[in-house]
């Protein structure tokens, strides 16, 4: 048994997801991971598709490349107006992301979860969690104002 699926059972906490995929893991992900393996009560997990340059204590590694099935992200990208070449294919990348993580969640057997990007710096989170399902259930993220929204930082305590 992977230690997500001991965590997704044995757990009351959610873990804490980070992704990064067409790449190497940046160097400065580590200052993100080890910043976060001291405040988050829960476990760690990066999926990743490259090299990982150094490896943090307590952080759980897993290349998605290995059990991802990107064709429902392909049956996606097919049907969608989103501009192909903005930004070096940004909006796909981003997209992407959701596919795995739904993925990811199904195959660990995780109900809840919070994402956050690696170079996002987050401070008093612990409690996040607990805060957010008291609210409801859904997908929770940040909101700038009402026309703007980001996915930098995203809970989920309910999966379709």
């Given at each position: 048994m992977s230690r997500s699926t001991q965590l997704s059972g044995a757990s009351d906490y959610p873990p804490l997801v980070y992704f990064y995929g067409g790449a190497p893991i940046p160097a400065y992900a580590n200052v993100?991971?080890?910043?976060?393996?001291?405040?988050?009560?829960?476990?760690?997990?990066?999926?990743?598709?490259?090299?990982?340059?150094?490896?943090v204590r307590g952080v759980?590694?897993?290349?998605?490349?290995?059990?991802?099935?990107?064709?429902p992200f392909e049956e996606f990208k097919n049907g969608?107006?989103?501009?192909?070449?903005?930004?070096q294919g940004f909006w796909y990348l981003?997209?992407?992301?959701?596919?795995?993580?739904a993925?990811?969640?199904k195959r660990a057997d995780v109900r809840r979860f919070l994402h956050a990007e690696l170079d996002v710096a987050l401070y008093d989170v612990e409690d996040l969690p607990e805060t957010l399902d008291s609210w409801g259930d859904g997908l929770f993220y940040p909101r700038a104002s009402s026309e703007f929204a980001g996915?930098?930082?995203i809970y989920i305590n309910s999966l379709l």
């Open positions: 993100t991971l080890r910043y976060m393996r001291s405040r988050w009560n829960g476990e760690i997990v990066i999926l990743h598709s490259d090299s990982v340059p150094k490896k759980t590694y897993l290349r998605y490349t290995e059990w991802y099935d990107s064709r969608s107006p989103l501009e192909e070449n903005f930004r981003t997209a992407e992301r959701f596919f795995v993580l993925q990811w969640a996915a930098s930082l």
